[in-house]
């Protein structure tokens, strides 16, 4: 079994009735850029840039973070990485920023943080336009909107940011596509208001279960309250992919959910085709979806939806694993 999970790393991802499936890389340490991880996948769906800023002493600089934004878009020369800005606050404090309050969840993090802190903002957007020239591969993603006034105003500091860049550049800088993380549940409510405004979105299940099922996700205490099968949540993410089909939005899920080997099913069963996930997951899922038709995931994600308790989810799709072997 080892060898042929192994084999199936450097396959694509297909289900066992031939759809294919996109699998990308959550990435953010520079060890993600080494050459074993990157074959066969289709890129990184989530590069988190706010862990080489919790690697350094004080904000790094613009050239700085160009040299750590190149080297990951360098790896990847023929796929796309998402690049997300800066998602710090909440369970990610900066060493050299204090930010103390009752409900950092709840509180200054994400684009919040970052649309009150444009100069940071816009170094961290120029240097990551900068990184790209030449390779052209990089799309940026903005972490917990939660409105679309945040999405407005976002945008008009990265178009600004890339006009500094192209007047700054002689030859011609790509525009990168743009999109937002679907993690605050109000934004479950705009999805229609995206339509015109964003290239994709990027589901964070971490984040959006925290939010919907009023918990925190590192907290022990109530670990068994946050769980990303509960049958909330499951109909939050089906709702998202009928609108993304719908408004013909690319969607992608980056959250653990997408990982981990009943959350892939059921997002494959409810209509997703493109998944982000930790390196150590990609040939178990992969080896997964090969045994599983596309078709039967649907008839289970169907039957798993109507479902009123969690563990129901979870016995249902057990069931279905032992089934297909
Ligand atoms: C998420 O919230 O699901 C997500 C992918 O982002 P992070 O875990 O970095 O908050
Ligand atoms: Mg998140």
Redesign the pocket.
């Known amino acids: 079994l080892a060898k042929t999970v192994e084999d199936d790393l450097y396959k694509q991802a297909y289900t066992k009735d031939s759809q294919r499936i996109m699998i990308h890389l ?1 990435a953010g340490l520079s060890a993600d850029t080494s050459i074993a991880v990157n074959k066969g996948v289709d890129g990184v769906g ?1 590069y ?1 840039t706010e862990v080489p800023f919790l690697l350094q002493r004080s904000f790094p600089s613009e050239d700085e973070q160009i040299n750590q934004y190149r080297s990951i878009l360098q790896t990847y020369p023929e796929q796309t990485v998402v690049m997300r800005t800066l ?1 710090i606050g ?1 369970d990610k404090p900066l060493p050299y920023l204090t930010i103390e309050e009752d409900n950092p969840f709840l509180g200054w993090r994400g684009i919040r943080f970052t649309l009150d802190h444009p100069e940071i903002f816009l170094i961290q957007v120029r240097a990551m336009l900068r990184a790209s020239i030449g390779l052209n591969n990089m799309d940026i993603l903005l ?1 917990m909107i939660s409105g679309i006034a945040e999405l407005d105003e976002a945008k008009s500091l990265v178009e600004r940011a890339y006009q500094e860049v192209a007047n700054e550049y002689d030859g011609e800088l790509r525009k990168p596509r743009l999109g937002i ?1 679907i ?1 605050v549940p109000s934004m479950l409510y705009q999805l229609h208001a995206l339509v015109d405004k964003v290239d994709f979105i990027s589901v ?5 279960t925290q939010y919907l099922l009023a918990v925190d996700r590192n907290n022990s205490r109530v670990a068994s309250v946050y769980d990303a099968l509960h049958p909330a949540v499951l109909n939050a993410l089906k709702h998202i992919i009928d609108s993304a089909e719908r408004y013909q939005l690319p969607v992608c899920v ?3 959910l997408a990982g981990d080997p009943i959350g892939a099913i059921l997002l494959v069963g409810m209509g997703y085709r493109s998944l982000s996930m930790n390196t150590r997951n990609v040939a178990k899922i992969k080896y997964i979806l090969r045994h599983v038709s596309a078709n039967d995931m649907a008839q289970l994600a169907d039957d798993v939806l109507a479902a009123h308790l969690s563990a129901e989810v979870r016995d249902k799709t057990t069931l279905f694993v032992e089934h297909h072997g």
């Open positions: 959550n989530l988190r998602d909440g972490p993380m993690e964070g299940s971490n984040d959006l980056c959250g653990e």
